[in-house]
């Protein structure tokens, strides 16, 4: 019965008011003054298409395709480049929970960066709407969690903060 519970509270979560969430989500991240983003690969959400809804900050660093870069020296970069700057991270995933937990293609580059940035820098995952999981999924004590997931459903965009973040304030 509890898990049904928490599948509830997911459920409306993901349905509530795009429009609130998304605007609330706007007025967080224009705060921000720098932000991290991915290039998009393979199956990965391409947010740069014109129907993205946020307005990022245009201080910005690309993270690399090659999966043998090495992301801690990529955080420190980060670290050094944004030092007194409040960033966003755009994260791509495989699969996000309400949670924030988030899976990728297994190799852990992302988990490895995000564990070396700071944790005040806004994270936001990336993913189509298929692959947002309605029920929680398993976390890694080497996980690192999202605060925000950004969902593409064919021509829409829909935030969702998760519980991560909410738990956390």
Known sequence: ?????RSSIFLYNVYMPKEKTLQELQK??????????????????????????????TNNLFIPKEKNSNPFEWAADCAVRFKDSEVCILVPGTRFDAYGTRYGRGGG????????????????????????????IFRQQWDEPVDWVMVHDDFSWSAYETKTRVCSQ
């Open 1 to 5: 019965m509890l898990e049904f519970h």
């Open 28 to 57: 967080l991240v224009s705060r921000y003054a720098a932000s991290i983003l991915y290039i998009p690969i393979g199956t990965e959400v391409d947010y740069n298409d014109s129907l993205f809804p946020l307005r990022l900050p």
């Open 109 to 136: 580059w992302y988990d490895r960066f995000l564990s070396r940035t700071p944790r005040a820098w806004l994270r936001i995952g990336v993913i189509e709407k298929t692959r947002m999981s309605p029920s929680k």
